[in-house]
């Protein structure tokens, strides 16, 4: 399994590279965002494990450049940055998970093969439902003709309910995939980004059902 580790701090790369390698990893490192962001695209790896703090462009950068080109690969982002904001915006970018140093190398090793478990999914570039039309690459949305302003939340809610469309999906289910599998707050903060999301798309596709949860399909 190939892993790409793009790290700034050189030592810390090193180490994490020795330990990987002695896991059984093939393990390339990359001290800068131009770097990471390069190898990334022009070689296969099974998962990158990104750092936020990079000279030349951000973490968030490189991971944005790397779904806008529909490069999959999973990315674990491995970071000081500890901020619920911080981690948010690494999610809304396309993040597949999160590890903030310090970190338990057994919880790293574990969080790493899960995701070469999962894989990465094909993604298609653009989502549709009847008249509407989300491009995960352009992060624009579209109802008919009409373009439609969403924040980064919201984009990231009306996605994964594009990609699960006809789909019965629990309040539960939908943090764990749009917020953070580990978030423990208010569940109806769900409620409240749904009632977000028909304002400006039309209430017509967002059904709820009364028990269970949300489903977007065709009215």
Partial sequence: MRVLVVEDEQVFAETLRK???????AVEVAHTGPD???LAREQQFDVVVLD??????????VLKRLRQSE????VLVLTAKDGEYDEADAFDLGADDYLTKPFSYVVLLARLRALLRRGAPERPAVLTLADLRLDPAARTVHRGE???ELTAREFGLLEFLLRRRGEALSKREILTHVWDAHYDGDENIVEVYVGY??????PDLIQTLRGVGY???AP
């Fill in 197 to 202: 999301l028909r304002r400006k798309i039309g």
């Fill in 52 to 61: 936020l703090m990079l000279p030349g462009l951000s973490g968030y950068e």
């Fill in 36 to 38: 990471g962001l390069w």
């Fill in 215 to 217: 489903r977007l399909s």
């Fill in 19 to 25: 330990g990987l390698t002695a896991e059984g990893f």
């Fill in 146 to 148: 009409r373009e439609i």
């Fill in 71 to 74: 490069n999959w690969t999973p």
